[in-house]
């Protein structure tokens, strides 16, 4: 769950006898969020979480509707909800949802993933009754004023963000590349959450409403309400304002065979930009999943930190990168392990440059592989994932999503202790074995991005 940025020589016999110290036995905070959980007749899963700490509640909401749910050749309507949601429903005049909230000292916000889309409001807890009206009204009645112009006016906005956050950002194409070379089109993950200019085009109104009769359902959806709350009046708020929603069709969960890459894919770019990147990826365990939290952690070791393995050597040392930035990124259906490295200007070419970078990248992981981290290496990723973590239970926003997150993948909306548990459990051999595992050198991604021109 948590996604934190993941040396052997003359002295080699003594850095293994230090790298291989294992870490004191760690015990995991007593960490808990405890809820009561029920399920409407209409099929929406509701979480109560009582927490008097500040007078605010939240309100958020999963739906299993992310781009995961569309078709290669039918992409773009799980982020083109994200907009429509906030533009009104029967109940709710366009531009009220935001004037309601901003009224009652309340924020709101939406996002898509590959495996999810999400909404929330976080308001003081005397208008919790008016986060819940805005939450049900739009579930059950948007289609009222999805009109075809509607429809046009937010595909035109989500075409304007594609364009600002691809076509004409710097890198922005290499990012729907990467997913392109690294799935088959049939798989859920190929085509970006954006989805496809052409898509976007190419929805009907017709289209744009069969989506939302399918996934924007109570049977498709969980709602968490974490904070200054009463569990038993706000059952009751919760069944007077969603009870009237329909339940819409039963799913079954998204499935997708595992994928490998067999060899190395070499594909190489040019962009509007000033610098050379390059981009290596790597298959890599589903969220939760052995391996996971170890790719996390190695993540953390190798760039995490200005004594992280590659920054220091790649920045401060050779100077060859202006960035450089590893991480583990989770999901439900399989995950990507990355590092990306932007190099800094030279004289010399973008493939030389790039070679250089790639081939200090490849010591290091090499070492890994060889002779595990040492232990002061992985406790201070276990210090910066621990600190984080608590951090992220000291506000019921941070708190619900998580709730939310955990009963998706686990059925657990108290996963708390289990998630850092799976950390702080970790020695460097573990880390060391992730390393061999899932981070060979003749099965990967190695994506180049040069300036035009060069």
Known sequence: MTLLRSRIGS??????????APLAAQQAPRVSAPYEMFTLPNGLTVILHEDHSVPMVTVNVWYHAGSAREKFGRTGFAHLFEHILFEGSKNVKEGDFDNFLEAAGGTNNGSTTTDRTNYYESVPANALDLALFLESDR???????????????????????RRQSYENAPYGMSNVRLTELMYPKTHPYYWPVIGYMEDLTAATHEDVKEFFTKYYAPGNASIVIAGDINPAETRKKVEHWFADVKPGPR?????APPVELTSVIKETMT?????PRLTLAWHSPAQFKPGDAELDVLASVLTGGKNSRLYKRLVYDLQLVQSIQAFQASA???SRFQIVATARPSEDPPDQVLAKIKT???EEIEKLKVAPPAAREVQRALNGIESNFLNSMQQSG????????YFFATG????????????????????QAAAKKWLPTDRRLELSVHPKGK
């Open 251 to 255: 799913l079954a969960p998204i499935e």
């Open 412 to 431: 657990n909306p108290d996963y708390f202790a289990e998630d850092l548990g799976r950390y702080l459990a970790l020695q460097p051999n573990d880390i």
């Open 271 to 275: 962009d509007s930009v000033q610098l």
């Open 360 to 362: 200090i990248i490849d």
């Open 11 to 20: 002295a080699m016999a003594v850095a293994t006898l230090l790298t291989l």
């Open 139 to 161: 579930m059950g009645f948007l289609l009222d004023v999805v009109t075809p112009q509607l429809v046009n006016g937010q595909r035109d906005v989500v075409k304007n963000e």
């Open 398 to 405: 941070d708190k619900a999503d998580l709730m939310n997150a």
């Open 332 to 334: 439900a259906l399989g």
